[in-house]
């Protein structure tokens, strides 16, 4: 865990919001309210799905943090709304910070200094007032220009902070809801070097109690959205901030939704509302704010946006063609009735049996073997087209070796229950048809590139295993045990014998057919 500045002073915080990171932006006393003592709090009348935090006279900024291979090197402040009587804490900063952090964004949720509220349901408080315009935005006038300084604070603390933090000083945005949205704004107009953020999204901004009108001189990209039903009337608050920029050659978008109204956040309203984010999340794609800083193997290989598309695509594809009988129809086709006597073997699998027939096919060609691997594939998948690529084919065996994506959770959740009744079935189906079955064990693996937030799950692998050469001792069925074969001492591979760990190279494929063979040989012998 990383040690982040001022954190001796987190211990002193009488309010915090949750387990993240909380660092005050300022030593007591905070400047320019020396004299609030008053104790921050929740509102009893916040709606269930957002809290409402107020009396705030301790800004603050609490930390969400990607996991690392998620990690794009950009941050975002995010500042709740709550007409500065209040932190709509939760629909407009925690859920936001969440979403972020999928998108590999660093999120910092700031917690700016709001009025006094003299009852415990500040929102009740702002309906009143909002009776008179003009004396609430006298009320708030000095409100706003303290949650300025306090957002102003942010982005320099993180800027100053950016190593610790893994964040490039130039991929630093903020982003606002209502009030925030106008926190924001004030930030941008009277921000410096130090503390100007490069990127900034006000969303339903109320400008009349912005402080500033001054552009930034450097290009400033900015993203707007607000809703045409909007009870407040905002809307050309929004057209305005956007023409504005517009004019003066900022990259400029603004999304006006005709339904969603005031507030509409992270709601779930089924409206085009919900996916503002995702259009924000478009937004910061094509500004690059979102090239990560650990890339996969594959993500190195063939660039993010490859790997993006082709997910995408896999995604469509096995939605028309789930089991992918499509792939080996045609060398099915033509592969010649076997002879009697033969002893063709159909080696069935995934992308480890699919690459091994590609790496070496005389391998397979010089031994009557053929491979039957498919990329990505699931025991499942292997079930719905077993009587395709292995029955109809004819063998006197096949060789079932499946388990890695199962584990790596390609087609949902791991169940070794439902893995291995797959593999069960297919043992049943190919006895069946006096198919002699012989079973793999799943190779060593710690990581899955393509699935790294899954962490090590050798522990699965090994109990798969084992439950597959009980399930073949307890039923006559051979066993080709790759995993003894290549495992090193943390139960994975080392890099020359499979450099992403997971599939293996020339000198893996080497060693799995060395122990293949004599199992095969043995079985093809058998009088079974």
Avoid: C
């Amino acid at each position: 865990m990383f040690r982040y500045f001022m954190l001796a002073l987190v211990a002193t915080i009488s309010f915090r919001i949750s387990a993240q990171d909380v660092i005050p932006l300022y030593k007591d006393p905070v400047p320019g309210s020396e004299n609030w003592d008053w104790s921050e709090a929740i509102s009893k009348y916040s709606p269930e799905d957002s809290r409402f935090v107020y009396n705030i006279s301790k800004p603050s900024v609490t930390v969400y943090s990607p996991p690392y291979y998620l990690k794009t090197g950009t941050a975002v402040v995010v500042a709740p709304g709550g007409g500065f009587h209040f932190l709509n804490w939760d629909n407009e900063g925690t859920k936001v910070a969440k979403w972020l952090n999928s998108k590999g964004i660093t999120a910092f949720v700031l917690k700016y200094r709001v009025a006094k509220s003299i009852t415990d349901d500040p929102a009740k408080e702002l309906s009143l007032q909002m009776a008179d315009p003009e004396m609430l935005n006298n009320k708030i006038a000095p409100i706003v220009k303290l949650a300025m300084e306090d957002g102003l604070a942010a982005i320099e603390y993180i800027r100053s902070n950016a190593v610790t933090y893994e964040v490039n000083p130039d991929q630093i945005g903020m982003m606002g809801f209502s009030a925030g949205a106008t926190l924001t704004m004030s930030v941008a107009y009277n921000a410096n070097k130090n503390n100007r953020p490069n990127f900034i999204a006000p969303i339903y901004a109320y400008e009349p109690a912005i402080i500033g009108s001054q552009l930034p001189q450097k290009k400033t990209p900015i993203f707007l959205a607000v809703a045409g039903d909007d009870e407040l009337q905002i809307v050309p608050h929004s057209l305005s901030i956007y023409k504005k920029w517009f004019s003066d050659g900022h990259p400029a978008e603004l999304h006006v939704y005709q339904k969603g109204g005031h507030g509409f956040g992270m709601k779930e309203q089924d409206l085009p509302t919900d996916t503002w984010h995702e259009r924000f999340g478009e937004w910061l794609q094509l500004h690059d704010y979102h090239k990560k800083l650990y890339p996969n193997k594959y993500e190195k290989l063939y660039g993010q946006e490859a790997v993006a598309k082709g997910k995408i695509e896999g995604i469509k594809k096995m939605q028309n063609d789930y089991a992918f009988l499509e792939r080996y129809k045609t060398e099915n086709a033509e592969v010649p009735p076997s002879k009697s006597g033969e002893q063709r073997v159909v080696f069935l699998g995934n992308s480890i049996t699919e690459g091994w027939a590609n790496d070496n096919p005389a391998f397979f060609t010089d031994n009557n073997f053929i491979g039957r691997g498919i990329s990505a594939q699931t025991s499942v998948q292997l079930l719905l087209r077993f009587r395709q690529d292995v029955i109809n084919l004819n063998p006197k065996a096949v060789v079932i070796h499946i388990g890695t994506n199962d584990v790596a959770e390609n087609t949902g959740p791991f169940d070794p229950d439902y893995t291995m009744s797959n593999i069960e079935s297919m043992a049943e189906l190919a006895r069946a048809n006096k198919i002699k079955v012989i079973l793999a064990t799943v190779v060593p693996t710690t990581q899955f590139q393509w699935n790294r937030k899954l962490g090590d799950r050798s522990d699965m692998i090994v109990d798969l295993n084992n439950r597959i050469k009980k399930y073949a001792h307890d039923n006559g069925i051979s066993v080709i045990d790759y995993h003894t074969a290549l495992r090193n001492n943390k139960n994975g591979m080392d890099p020359d014998i499979a450099a992403d760990g997971v599939h293996p190279s020339i000198k893996g494929f080497k060693i799995m057919e060395e122990t293949a063979l004599p199992v095969i040989r043995k079985t093809l012998n058998s009088q079974e």
